[in-house]
């Protein structure tokens, strides 16, 4: 009987390019240490010209592909987590489908921002459990770069690009996802948005002048709302999987700021070596945090195979969730 959905295989994809803390201060008024003392990113990496978020996504989900050893024929489902969609239609997903030819599968995009990656694996543990999919390709994928004002000290420091990836498939042996909780609240929903573009206004000469096209965000609300909904989604998801804090081998938190990590690690009581960071490499990559945390922390050995990790996020909606693996 399948009791769940395991990771068969992680991919990701960065893009080449560098931009440093220093080479952001030749763009506004920053520092170095500012930047590393309020976020604790150092650089982040930045798509060429003409690439976008289906080229990272289908990089990643290649390598994930590989790693799990599936071919992409055998894939039945692709989910996309985006904010930063190639464009507004077809879906990202569509395009990664015919860049891997994954010819069998259904593609869809999924937005929960920051969130997209946990809210993934609960759907494709969903669907491997009911039976409707087999293999799901999820990938998080963001080139958040082309959303960011480059004039706005603000925000364009904590953005990053990237992608990464996972192959979930039917597991019987209790590796898998263990369990998901999931949670929104539209309320919120002008704390972090780009307000043009869809529907309610959409794209005219007055919004481009207007910079209405760009993400914006109220940072410090954003950082309370983060550090109590991500603690909350912890607690919650340890209980509703019947385990102790003690039990997991790492913590695997959405990478937005050092210092909203350390508050939740403190807050939900993990010691910071088990709590897994990168973000001072890549900044805040969105929907693409989690998944590349999940590929690195296995290529260095911080997971091995059997350990439960915690996986937890926020973002724009607003949007949480959290989720335990055992690898
Ligand atoms: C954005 C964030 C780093 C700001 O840190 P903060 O400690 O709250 O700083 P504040 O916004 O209070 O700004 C403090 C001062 O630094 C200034 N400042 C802001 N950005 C700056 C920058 N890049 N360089 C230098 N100074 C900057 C502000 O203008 C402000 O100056 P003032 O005191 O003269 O008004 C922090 O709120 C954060 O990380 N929030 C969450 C953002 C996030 O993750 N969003 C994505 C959600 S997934």
């Given at each position: ?6 990771i ?14 220093a ?15 309020r976020?604790?990113?150092r650089?982040r ?6 690439q ?5 996504a ?7 592909l ?11 489902l692709?989910?996309?987590a ?22 069998n ?33 999820l ?18 420091v904590l953005?990053g ?6 192959v ?10 263990l ?19 869809g ?8 919004t ?13 609300d ?12 912890v ?18 938190p ?13 807050a939900a ?17 969105s929907a ?11 290529v260095?050995g ?26």
């Amino acid at each position: 009987m399948i009791r769940s959905a395991a990771i068969l295989g992680t991919g990701m994809a960065i893009p080449p390019r560098v931009l440093t803390n220093a080479d952001l201060a030749k763009l506004v008024d920053t520092n170095d240490e500012w930047i590393v003392q309020r976020t604790g990113i150092r650089e982040r990496h930045i798509v060429e010209n003409g690439q976008a978020t289906s080229d990272l996504a289908a990089l990643a989900g290649r390598q994930a592909l590989e790693r799990a050893g599936v071919s992409p024929e055998a894939v039945d489902l692709i989910l996309l987590a985006t904010l930063s969609p190639d464009m507004l239609c077809p879906s990202t997903a569509c395009l990664v489908q015919a860049a891997l030819g994954a010819r069998n599968a259904a593609a869809v995009d999924l937005e929960a921002a920051c969130s997209g990656f946990v809210y993934g694996l609960s759907l494709a543990r969903g669907a491997i459990v009911s039976g409707e999919a087999k293999t799901v390709l999820l990938i998080g994928a963001e080139v958040t770069s082309r959303f960011v004002d480059w004039t706005d000290r603000t925000t364009c420091v904590l953005f990053g690009d990237a992608a990464g990836a996972a192959v979930l498939g039917p597991s019987a042996n209790g590796r898998g996802v263990l369990g998901t909780v999931l949670g929104a609240d539209g309320n919120g929903a002008s704390l972090i948005d780009v307000p043009a573009g869809g529907s309610r206004e959409p794209a005219s000469a007055e919004t481009v002048a207007a910079k209405r096209h760009v993400l914006r965000l109220k940072g410090g609300d954003v950082f309370k709302s983060g550090v109590r909904s991500m603690t909350q989604a912890v607690a919650d998801v340890l209980k509703k999987c019947g385990l102790a804090k003690e039990e997991i081998a790492l913590l695997v938190p959405h990478q937005a700021n050092s210092r909203i990590i350390g508050a939740v690690a403190e807050a939900a009581g993990f010691p910071l070596e088990k709590v897994f960071q990168n973000l001072d490499r890549y900044g805040n990559t969105s929907a693409a945090t989690i998944p590349v945390a999940l590929h690195e922390a296995e290529v260095q050995g911080r997971i091995k195979p059997g350990d439960l990790v915690c996986c937890v996020a926020f973002g724009g909606g607003l949007t949480w969730g959290a989720a335990i693996i055992r690898w």
